[in-house]
């Protein structure tokens, strides 16, 4: 399943490797750092944990798969939990 970003009052920019994001919604600032800035990136489009693992990968070439997919599912879980992912 496709996970994405909440579209409304939810405003971000990349300042060099990391991710600055505006949550309107709750009146919060947040940053994210490089990892979480490669998967912010994915879900700005629209991408499947398979897809956010894979990303990781990519990227991290020394990191395992399984790792990788935690790391994805982490991810997920603490977006969803600040509400910044669609329902």
């Given amino acids: 399943m496709k996970q994405r970003l909440r579209a409304e009052q939810l405003d971000w920019r990349q ?5 600055v994001i505006l949550d309107g919604a709750r009146a919060e600032y947040l ?3 490089r990892s979480g800035a490669v998967l912010w990136r994915r879900l700005a489009l629209g991408a499947t944990r398979e897809e ?7 990227v991290y ?4 798969p399984a790792s990788a997919g935690g ?3 982490a991810f997920l879980s603490r977006l ?3 509400g910044l992912l669609e329902e």
Avoid: K, R, Y
């Fill in 31 to 33: 940053t994210l750092n």
């Fill in 15 to 19: 300042i060099d490797e990391e991710i």
């Fill in 61 to 64: 070439e020394d990191l395992d």
């Fill in 71 to 73: 790391d994805a599912d």
């Fill in 52 to 58: 956010l693992a894979s990303a990781l990968l990519d």
């Fill in 80 to 82: 969803a939990s600040l």
